[in-house]
Nanobody, 125 residues
């Protein structure tokens, strides 16, 4: 499945952004979709994932609080809301298919190799 992330841009510290993930021509109903990010010079890190079918979610503990993952079945879209943005949130954000959010802790929300195009979020004043 080919995924496309969008919605990034330049945001001031303290602001919010809602990123979108879509799969043109593909029903996401039975997929698990996750959000990841990669900051300049750093490794890619996991944020969260969601079961598109029934909506269960998982957040990496360090990402709880300011990140909210959701999906809209009518639009076949997955979203990531990021609030109270900080300069260290500057990164390319990607969506990808993942393992279930209710897998064992070591493997939950791990990517399964289907990466979408990323979207850049830049947080600066």
């Amino acid at each position: 499945v080919q995924l496309q992330a969008s919605g990034g841009g330049s945001v001031q510290p303290g602001g919010s952004v809602r990123l979108s993930c879509q799969a043109p021509g593909r029903n996401l109903e039975y997929y698990f979709i996750g959000w990841f990010r990669q900051a300049p010079g750093k490794e890619r890190e996991k944020i969260s994932c969601i079961s598109f079918h029934e909506g269960s979610t998982y957040y990496v503990p360090s990402m709880k609080g300011r990140f909210t993952i959701s999906r809209d079945k009518s639009k076949n879209m997955v979203y990531l809301q990021v609030d109270n943005l900080r300069p260290e949130d500057t990164a390319v954000y990607y969506c990808a298919t993942t393992t279930p959010p209710y897998s064992d802790p070591a493997s939950r929300c791990s990517d399964t190799g289907n990466w979408g195009t990323g979207t850049l979020v830049t947080v600066s004043s």
